[in-house]
């Protein structure tokens, strides 16, 4: 079984990206699992609380994401870049860096993301690429996935109504399954077997 991690870079309760990580996971193929965790309980990032009382959410989120085969980000674009409570979130999974390694080193992590704009969510997906490079994550380069226009895409009850982006979903997520598959025997020789 390939397990996913993923989740939505907003909190906001009808957020077109938690909506499109909900729909991915539904698309998952046999013998996969894409589980969704929420970042919102997750606190700014501050040093002294890192070191005085390290957030049980965060660590919840790190030891999922160090047992499972890959992270799926759904990301929103603010402003041009990437949304800062996903960095946020990133920040914090990082931390302390002497157990980044253990979380990140040669993840599988994809990011796709669903914007209102016309133009999807190119820029923030871009943004990210400094990051993961800094943490030492296997990119997955295969596919894109910029949805715009989300509000035609999804209906209120945010269900995915355009099939020719589901399509393109299914696509995406058939593709990172079997890339995090490909380099879960990598990551499972440094630190024990994510997949198993």
Request: net charge negative.
């Amino acid at each position: 079984m390939i397990r996913i991690i993923g989740f939505a870079g907003s909190l906001r309760s009808a957020s077109y990206n938690a909506a499109l990580l909900r729909e991915a996971a539904q698309l998952a193929p046999p013998e996969s699992a894409i589980d969704i965790v929420s970042i919102r309980d997750v606190p700014l990032y501050d040093q002294e609380l890192e070191e005085s009382a390290f957030p049980a959410a965060v660590a919840a989120i790190k030891d999922r994401i160090a047992s499972a085969d890959g992270l799926l980000i759904a990301t929103p674009e603010y402003n041009n870049s990437l949304p800062g409570v996903a960095k946020n979130a990133v920040d914090w999974l990082s931390r302390p860096s002497d157990d980044s390694d253990r979380v990140f080193k040669d993840l599988p992590v994809a990011v796709m993301g669903a914007s209102p704009g016309r133009w999807g969510t190119r820029l923030a997906q871009n943004a990210w690429l400094s990051a993961w490079r800094t943490l030492g994550v296997m990119p997955y380069f295969d596919g894109r996935l910029e949805i715009g226009n989300a509000s035609r895409v999804f209906d209120s009850n945010g269900h995915l109504i355009d099939d020719a982006v589901r399509t393109l979903l299914r696509e995406f997520v058939e593709g990172f399954v079997a890339f995090a598959a490909r380099y879960s025997r990598l990551r499972s020789r440094d630190w024990g077997s994510p997949g198993e």
